[in-house]
Antibody
Framework: QVQLQESGPGLVKPSQTLSLTCTVSGGSISSGSYSWNWIRQPAGKGLEWIGRIYASGSTNYNPSLKSRVTISVDTSKNQFSLELISLTAADTAVYYC????????????WGQGTTVTVSS | DIQMTQSPSSLSASVGDGVTITCRASQNINKYLNWYQQKPGKAPKLLIYGASSLQSGVPSRFSGSGSGTDFTLTISSLQPEDFATYSCQQTYNTPRTFGQGAKVEIK
């Protein structure tokens, strides 16, 4: 079955850029009409949707982060990536990638999450 | 953005109890509502999609209902593995938004 795995640095300095990659295994990122999503969760808080990308490259972002976020896809590597610039301590969170099947279905496959701490 | 508000934020219950969690949307979202279960240190798990459809593999003691702005997640008889945090999510539009979560604890 499809599995997702996040990778990237666990510690990033303030004002720097966070780059995370989600590797899809057990299936092709290009199959179906799935969207590939990034979600984050600060410690003890709720889930925040960051944005999504389709295999075509079409994207949607959360307006609260839109000026700082870029999501890209590399179908040849079966990966999609998140770039978040100008980091502050408020960006410290667990970052998840997830597959969304689309309405009426939901995000049915999630990565295990990766903890990102923004600190000098 | 559509605001999702859950209540209660936390509750204590015993094994075998029935539990209901509510989720209210700030505008009509028809049945564009999913429920997730999350255990400490783990990723969320999809339980219910389309407000009332059970995700494959999820026990039948979980059920969802509602449409428009008001939704409920019901666990008919709590099992030890059900103690977790439950979050609703609207998929009516972007940005996708989640409720703040409802933590179900052992009494």
């Amino acid at each position: 079955q499809v599995q997702l795995q996040e990778s990237g640095p666990g510690l990033v300095k303030p004002s720097q850029t966070l780059s995370l990659t989600c590797t899809v295994s057990g299936g092709s990122i290009s199959s179906g009409s799935y969207s590939w999503n990034w979600i984050r969760q600060p410690a003890g808080k709720g889930l925040e949707w960051i944005g999504r990308i389709y295999a075509s490259g079409s994207t949607n972002y959360n307006p609260s982060l839109k000026s700082r976020v870029t999501i890209s896809v590399d179908t040849s590597k079966n990966q999609f990536s998140l770039e978040l610039i100008s980091l502050t301590a408020a960006d410290t969170a667990v970052y998840y990638c997830a597959r969304d099947v689309g309405y009426p279905y939901g995000m049915d496959v999630w990565g295990q999450g990766t903890t990102v701490t923004v600190s000098s | 953005d559509i605001q999702m508000t859950q209540s209660p934020s936390s509750l204590s219950a015993s094994v075998g109890d029935g539990v209901t969690i509510t989720c209210r949307a700030s505008q009509n979202i028809n049945k564009y509502l999913n429920w997730y279960q999350q255990k400490p240190g783990k990723a969320p798990k999809l339980l219910i999609y389309g407000a009332s459809s059970l995700q494959s593999g999820v026990p039948s003691r979980f059920s969802g209902s509602g449409s428009g702005t008001d939704f409920t997640l019901t666990i008919s008889s709590l099992q030890p593995e059900d103690f977790a945090t439950y979050s609703c999510q609207q998929t009516y539009n972007t940005p996708r938004t989640f409720g703040q979560g409802a933590k179900v604890e052992i009494k």
